[in-house]
C-alpha cells in the first residue's frame, strides 16, 4: 500500500521558515496526487496544499503566498516550504496520498511544527 | 468557519447503527459526489473510510457506508463497536480547486 514519513518539523520564530519532507516507499509520488493537512493541538483538519500529477499547486486561502508544495520524483520526495509563519500555522502536519484528486488514502505519521516567540 | 458542517457529537451502544451528517454549502459540494470521510483516533493519523461519496476502500469494514443527497453527505456506522469511538471528519471539494474538512464529529460509544 505504501508509506509516508515526515520530517523537518520543529520551532520557528514568527516570520521564519520551515522546510517539510515527506519520503514516500512503496509507490511513486510523480503519479499520484499529493497533498498536506494539518491539525492544530485539540483542533480539527486542515487542507493546506495538493500537487497534481502534472505539477499544478493549490493552496488553502490560509496560506495562500507564504506556503509552497513541491516534490523531488528522483527522490521520491514532497516538501513544504513555510515561510512568513504565523502563531496561527502551529499544528502536526500530515502529508497524504490522493485516492483520486480529492481524498487521501495514506497518511504519514505527521510532524510537529511550532511557532512561537 | 468550515464550508461543512458536522454535528458536534453523536452516540451510540454497542451493536447499534448511528448517521452522522455532513452539510455543505456551495454548489460545487451539491453537484459532485467528491465527498470523503476519514475515522482518527486520538493520537494517530486519520483513517480514509469512504471516498467518493459511496466508495469503500479496499480493508475497510463494510460496517461503514456512505451516501449522498443534494447537500448532505452521510456516514453510517452499523453494529456500533467499542474501537469506533473516535472523532470522524468529512472532506470534499468545494469549489476553485480548495478542498475543506468539516469541523468533525465525536462519536462515543455508550
Known amino acids: 500500500e505504501g508509506q509516508l514519513v515526515e520530517s523537518g518539523g520543529g520551532l520557528s520564530q514568527p516570520g521564519g521558515s520551515l522546510r517539510l519532507s515527506c519520503a514516500a516507499s512503496g509507490f511513486s509520488v510523480s503519479v499520484n496526487y499529493m497533498s498536506w493537512v494539518r491539525q492544530a493541538q485539540g483542533k480539527g483538519l486542515e487542507w493546506v496544499s495538493v500537487i497534481y500529477t502534472a505539477g499544478q499547486t493549490y493552496d488553502a486561502d490560509s496560506v495562500q503566498g507564504r506556503f509552497a508544495i513541491s516534490r523531488d520524483d528522483s527522490q521520491n520526495t514532497l516538501y513544504l516550504q513555510m515561510n512568513s509563519l504565523r502563531v496561527e500555522d502551529t499544528a502536526v502536519y500530515y502529508c497524504?496520498?490522493?485516492?483520486?484528486?480529492?481524498?487521501?488514502?495514506?497518511w504519514g505519521q505527521g510532524t510537529l511544527v511550532t511557532v512561537s516567540s | 468557519q468550515s464550508a461543512l458542517t458536522q454535528p458536534a457529537s453523536v452516540s451510540g451502544s454497542p451493536g447499534q447503527s448511528i448517521t452522522m451528517s455532513c452539510t455543505g454549502t456551495?454548489?460545487?459540494?451539491?453537484?459532485?459526489?467528491?465527498v470523503s470521510w476519514y475515522q482518527q483516533h486520538p493520537g494517530k493519523a486519520p483513517k480514509l473510510l469512504i471516498y467518493?461519496?459511496?466508495k469503500r476502500p479496499s480493508g475497510v469494514s463494510d460496517r461503514f457506508s456512505g451516501s449522498k443527497s443534494g447537500k448532505t453527505a452521510s456516514l453510517t456506522i452499523t453494529r456500533l463497536q467499542a474501537d469506533d469511538e473516535a472523532h470522524y471528519y468529512c472532506c470534499s471539494y468545494v469549489g476553485t480547486y480548495v478542498r475543506v474538512f468539516g469541523g468533525g464529529t465525536k462519536l462515543t460509544v455508550l
Open positions: 467518493e461519496a459511496s
Open positions: 497524504a496520498r490522493g485516492i483520486g484528486p480529492y481524498a487521501f488514502d495514506v
Open positions: 456551495t454548489s460545487e459540494f451539491g453537484n459532485y459526489n467528491l
